[in-house]
């Protein structure tokens, strides 16, 4: 016995997202199923609104409400920095630190051959026009520490590096309340390399 | 600085939803937002469309695209036997085994005190009918075998049994692949007391 296609479709759909699999698409379907019908249509608004509403800030390639977004309209921002990120989700990240002052820069992605995404596919194009417009500035590499990330930033620093920029890598080491002993060697290497004064 | 209003309302929404916390709210939410317009459209259809398209059959209480729904239309069921399980997903688990050929009847629910649910808010009346109409069939009593699934069976055996139906309950023992060393008290109890033929 099938179920009804427009539960099997919901299922579909949910099932295309990232860490659901076929279980948790069911039991979220049955639940807005036994839900009421605003609820479900909440939930649908809210799904459409995001891509109607939503923009790219032209500057920094984050998402905003507006373009250019708060940050990069923002006077108070210290514009001597930008904080190189992979997505725009990183830049609410660094945000919820409350620590970080400067501009933003979204690459949109990491470098991934594999993939078939080089540089051209990113907004590197664009970072390096911004580094030619004022080469005083410090570019703050904050991809990902992992292989596309350390690659991506590898590249990047090459790039801008010539321009006179002041290019610098976030700190890769021991997350604090970690431990040694069960640390993996790359990031105790990178935590010895990044040593600093005590 | 605050996330964009379509943002934050999406990420509100999933979280609404079970076993969805924030952080997976948030990745759904940015997995969206990277997507195509196409992609969000699609999903937020589906999501609508299940209230608007799917019935509940107004036999056996499970959903369906129409009323009466295919289980309960379909002359070559078994309708001596009537399964009688919680909600209507439940009904698809038993239907995916491909054993079961009765019908089904959805409690919408178990007895839960606690949480203010009573028989008079299920379905039992309804059940009950259907026992008067034609006492010789077998009532298969598929809650869950927890608190509220057990009382609720025990309830609708008490109710069912003066009319003269056969009411049975689902076998509670060791699952298969079990071990006995690791089982319940309760569960090997059940095991040792519904134990049939070698």
Not at 67 to 87: F, G, K, L, T, Y
């Amino acid at each position: 016995m099938k179920r009804p296609a427009a539960l099997q479709e919901l299922i579909a759909e949910l099932q295309k997202l990232p860490g659901i699999g076929q279980k948790t698409a069911e039991r979220l379907s049955f639940y807005l199923l036994r839900g009421t019908k605003e609820r479900a249509q909440r939930l649908a608004r809210a799904v459409e609104g995001l891509k109607e509403k939503i923009v790219l800030c032209s500057q920094c390639h984050g998402i905003a409400d507006k373009d250019p977004c708060d940050i990069c309209s923002d006077p108070n921002r210290n514009a001597a920095q930008i904080c190189v990120v992979e997505e725009p989700h990183d830049v609410y990240v660094f945000e919820s630190l409350g620590e970080y002052k400067g501009l933003y820069h979204v690459l949109m992605g990491v470098i991934s051959p594999l993939d078939g995404v080089g540089p051209q596919d990113l907004t590197v194009d664009h970072l390096k026009s911004k580094v030619e417009e004022n080469p005083a500035r410090e570019i703050i590499l904050a991809t990902n520490p992992d292989m596309e990330g350390e690659s991506t930033a590898v590249y990047i620093a090459r790039v801008l590096k010539p321009l006179g920029a002041k290019v610098t890598r976030i700190a890769r080491g021991l997350p604090v309340g970690g431990d040694i002993e069960y640390a993996d060697p790359v990031t105790l290497k990178k935590s010895l390399e990044g040593r600093g004064p005590a």
